[in-house]
């Protein structure tokens, strides 16, 4: 079933066709995150007040110009990170960052420059399966995230306030709190979507139909097709990629929600409640049968556009009923409250335990001052967990800290004993300056 006419969409139909690009000059307060040195108070004016036809003409110069591409390499710099396959590091870019900087504005200038190919490895993802990631060079990673401050306010202008993910100024807890709000206005049947491999699998052709729709710099919309076909290395295995952004790139996240802002625009003209962060994202609804609906126009607009729902991971249900729940950004919504999802506890338990093991011959103080940051972390994330979660794991990371002492006296055992308690009690490690959830979390409630 395809969509129907009314609810497919293009940039360009958003936008006034006629703009003065000499308007009044203005810095609004939403474009303060933008970079200084390519957003100019007059290109805001014309960004506010829409330009001819709804397209962009001239952009290369701002991407190439010597004091765009210094302010990117400060924030990949900042970034820091790994080097890619020709092993310039950050610490060597440094050393000759004017060098190198001059010879990527003349690249880009004469339209010489071309990508290196992307180093992929495989970082650990719930328990035994693997995520892959992109490393681009640090000149691909300095040029790309001179483009992204070119397009991002382009494109962020269009993007809907229910998209959350990879957007400035917008994260996971406005997300939450959209959710929450939504629940409690009894929008409690939800469809809980996910795209199969989504970053891997966006079409490169529809892609850039969707981006000329408001870009017509044809050196920029080259640079852009040119990071898309990168090479991937992969151990010793060098292939060319037919569909996706790499993950990792400085570019995938923007890119990533151009395409699926037309889906943003079908549910949210049909007048659906969502929230989407990236690639994941939640619909609710006020009964089973909208919820239906909605998860059949989804359905119908990711097969038109050459992408695949993850079965396992979509689903129809009341989060009202036990059982039926949905799972977004670490946390699990079910029967009316908010719980800490099982994947992320077990994150969390892992690197406690990592931080507490038994043959560690640090002092206990030096421990705790190592464990708070990570605590206080987790905590400031997930404080909004049903109360439960804290007393717990307050008691488990006690009791792997008594398991340390014991280690401390040659004594083997896991702290779980009486003899344990009495002799190292709650107060012991209080008064060593550990930080407590619950303690946090009943501050914290009586400050409301």
């Not at 000759?96 to 420059?113: C, I, N, P, V, W």
């Not at 129809?316 to 059982?323: F, R």
Request: with cysteine; aromatic share 10%; net charge positive.
């Amino acid at each position: 079933m395809s969509i129907p006419m009314q609810l497919e969409f293009n940039f360009a139909s958003l936008v006034p066709k006629t703009a003065k690009q000499e308007a009044e000059a203005h810095s609004p307060v939403e474009w303060k995150w933008v970079e200084a040195t390519v957003w100019t108070e007059r290109m805001l004016a014309a960004l506010d007040n829409g330009v001819n036809g709804g397209k962009w003409f001239s952009l290369i110069d701002k991407v190439y110009n010597a004091k765009t591409l210094k302010a990117a390499w400060k924030k990949v710099a900042a970034n820091r990170g790994a080097a890619g396959v020709d092993k310039i590091s950050i610490e060597r870019f440094r050393s000759k960052a004017s060098f190198y900087l001059a010879e990527l504005e003349r690249e880009l200038q004469d339209g010489t420059f071309k990508p290196s190919a992307v180093k992929r490895v495989h970082i650990p993802k719930d328990g035994k399966k693997t995520r892959p990631l992109g490393i681009p060079t640090v000149k691909d990673r300095i040029v790309q995230t001179a483009l992204k401050m070119v397009l991002e306010p382009i494109f962020d202008k269009e993007f809907l306030p229910i998209s959350y993910g990879f957007r400035p100024g917008r994260g996971c807890k406005d997300a939450l709190r959209e959710v929450d709000r939504l629940l409690k206005e009894g929008y409690t049947w939800v469809v809980d979507a996910d795209v199969k491999s989504y970053f891997d699998s966006i079409p490169h052709d529809r892609l850039m139909v969707r981006i000329k729709e408001r870009v017509s710099d044809g050196k920029v919309l080259h640079l852009i097709k040119l990071f898309l076909k990168q090479d991937i290395l992969e151990g010793m295995k060098l292939w060319n990629p037919i569909s996706g952004t790499p993950q990792g790139a400085v570019l995938s996240p923007l890119l990533a929600n151009v395409y699926l802002h037309q889906l943003d625009l079908a549910l949210h003209q049909s007048g659906f409640k969502m929230a989407r962060y990236a690639d994941d994202w939640v619909v609710l609804c006020r009964n089973k049968d909208e919820a239906k609906t909605a998860l059949s126009l989804i359905q119908s607009w990711i097969a038109d556009n050459g992408l695949e729902l993850s079965p396992e991971k979509t689903h129809i249900g009341s989060s009202l009923k036990p059982g039926h729940g949905f799972e977004f950004l670490g946390y699990r919504f079910e029967e009316g409250h908010r719980y800490v999802r099982a994947k992320s506890l077990k994150r969390f338990k892992d690197k406690i335990r990592l931080k507490t093991r038994r043959k560690r011959g640090d002092s206990i103080e030096h421990i705790i001052s190592d464990l708070n940051p990570t605590i206080k972390g987790w905590f400031g994330y997930f404080k909004h967990a049903h109360y439960y979660t804290f007393s717990s794991l307050d008691g488990f990371i006690r009791r792997r800290l008594r398991a340390v002492l014991r280690k401390h006296q040659k004594r083997p055992g896991s702290g779980r004993t009486g003899k344990d308690h009495r002799l190292w009690p709650n107060a012991f490690f209080a008064e060593r300056g550990l930080f407590t959830m619950h303690k946090a979390y009943l501050l914290a409630r009586q400050s409301r």
